[in-house]
Nanobody, 129 residues
Framework: QVHLVESGGGLVPPGDSLRLSCAAS?????????VGWFRQAPGKEREFVAT????????KYADSVKGRFTIYRDNTENTIYLQMNNLKPEDTALYYC?????????????????????WGQGTQVTVSS
């Protein structure tokens, strides 16, 4: 069993930055196939934000956050991070981290929420003046 806990959310004005953290217990992030961040705004479907595949540390981002958000991992702390810069009101959402522990046959499975096996409870990010 894997337990993920997100933190770092908050209320910030547009243009500000936040760093989200996701700490894992029960399994190391590096032993999985991919880690990811997703978000869900009120009344909307959960959407992909960023992912990192473990074997080559390759990263992918949603177009809406490319150039502003960075996903990275600290193996010593078994934590993944999402650095969010130049936040916009449309970034307001509940942010979730997830880990893919079972290899998928589907290509680009790390871009979809069904490609992940364990999820955290989420941390709220609100961008408002």
């Amino acid at each position: 069993q894997v337990h993920l806990v997100e933190s770092g959310g908050g209320l910030v004005p547009p243009g500000d930055s936040l760093r989200l953290s996701c700490a894992a217990s029960g399994r190391t992030f590096s032993s999985g196939y991919a880690v990811g961040w997703f978000r869900q705004a009120p009344g909307k479907e959960r959407e992909f934000v960023a992912t990192m595949t473990n074997w080559n540390a390759n990263t992918k981002y949603a177009d809406s956050v490319k150039g502003r958000f960075t996903i990275y991992r600290d193996n010593t702390e078994n934590t993944i991070y999402l650095q969010m810069n130049n936040l916009k009101p449309e970034d307001t959402a509940l942010y979730y981290c997830a880990i893919q522990t079972r290899k998928r046959g589907e290509s680009n499975s790390e871009l979809y929420d069904h490609g992940y096996d364990y999820w955290g409870q989420g941390t709220q990010v609100t961008v408002s003046s």
